[in-house]
């Protein structure tokens, strides 16, 4: 009489077996560390540049190049030819000054002419008000001011509205392109190394057999 070799709970389960996992694509590089030191630099530099432009732009009108007493004595002064002087004075005290301007290198009187508006500056002594303006000519000039006793007179470039407005501008829009551009790329650099694989390639993992080992 045969005997069924099956057992009467069924034939055992087959052995586990890890299903193979789906190959992930490889992650993108993560970008080098000095990026950041690019975006970082660009952003400082935009910085950097805006203050060095805004002070460039207020030096012209702010300089004083020569300093006359109004003693009634000629003065020999030297001055920048890169455009009209202008003759500043105490504010406080009336608005005029009795002032003959002559140019050593031709001898001729240079003739000023009204400021053309009203300008203002202050230093450490004090404020100061446009008077005259004048051609700076050779820029050696010999300069002879009377009025009251102990009053004096600052030379100083006049002030250009066209060069002021072209100083402030670039002084807002070069840091706002440069400080821009830098924090794009910090904003990116940023993104990409954290979503980014290991630079260097990292060893593939080992797993331990799944099968038994024979005794």
């Known amino acids: 009489m045969s005997q069924d070799p099956t057992p009467p709970y069924g034939a055992p389960p087959p052995p586990p077996y890890a299903a193979p996992l789906a190959p992930q694509p490889p992650r993108r590089r993560r970008p080098s560390g000095w990026w950041f030191v690019v975006g970082g630099g660009l952003v400082l530099a935009g910085l950097a540049i805006g203050v060095g432009l805004f002070v460039w732009t207020l030096r012209g009108f702010l300089d004083t190049e020569a300093t006359v007493p109004a003693d009634g004595r000629p003065h020999a002064v030297s001055v920048g030819t890169d455009g009209d002087r202008m003759l500043w004075g105490h504010d406080g005290v009336p ?8 140019d050593r290198a031709t001898g001729r009187n240079v003739v000023p002419s009204p400021v053309g508006g009203s300008f203002s500056r202050s230093d450490s002594s004090g404020t100061w ?22 009053e004096e007179f600052q030379i100083g470039a006049a002030p250009d509205f066209a060069a ?15 400080g821009g551009i830098g924090l794009v790329v910090l904003i990116v650099t940023g993104v990409l190394f954290a979503t980014g694989g290991p630079r260097k390639p990292q060893p593939a993992p080992s797993y331990p057999p799944t099968g038994r080992q024979p005794r």
């Open 164 to 178: 002021f407005v072209g100083g402030i501008l670039a002084t807002v829009l070069v840091p706002l392109v440069l």
């Open 95 to 102: 608005n005029r000054a009795d002032c003959l301007v002559r």
């Open 129 to 150: 008000v446009g008077l005259l303006r004048f051609d700076a000519g050779s820029g050696r000039l010999e300069v002879t001011c009377t009025r009251s006793a102990g």
